[in-house]
Nanobody, 123 residues
Framework: QVQLVESGGGLVQAGGSLRLSCTAS????????MGWFRQAPGKEREFVTT????????YYADSVKGRFTISRDNAKNTVYLQMNSLKPEDTAVYYC????????????????WGQGTQVTVSS
């Protein structure tokens, strides 16, 4: 069992930056690929980015490529999402999740989810 807790959300102006953190309980965190998803009001939850268990491989949605960076520190049981050059369309609740199947771009293959953290980007 893995419990995930996100933090770091907030209100930021367009062009600004935020760093989200997701801390996991349990000793098996380092074995899970991790992902970040987001959900805007009235929309489906969408894939943002993923990182493999070692942290060596990452993959991004086209909408955030070049602006967002995912990383992890397995010693701290934490995965991060650095968000730069934020846009109003990035406004959403951001969720971290741990995957137990592939591919890593669909919510269906993630078994553990955090409660989410709100990110609001003002224009």
């Amino acid at each position: 069992q893995v419990q995930l807790v996100e933090s770091g959300g907030g209100l930021v102006q367009a062009g600004g930056s935020l760093r989200l953190s997701c801390t996991a309980s349990g000793r098996t965190f380092s074995t899970y690929p991790m992902g970040w998803f987001r959900q805007a009001p009235g929309k489906e939850r969408e894939f943002v980015t993923t990182i493999n268990s070692s942290g060596r491989r990452t993959y991004y949605a086209d909408s955030v490529k070049g602006r967002f960076t995912i990383s992890r520190d397995n010693a701290k049981n934490t995965v991060y999402l650095q968000m730069n050059s934020l846009k109003p369309e990035d406004t959403a609740v951001y969720y971290c999740a741990a995957a137990d199947r592939f591919p890593l771009t669909t919510t269906l293959n993630y078994v553990y989810w955090g409660q989410g953290t709100q990110v609001t980007v003002s224009s």
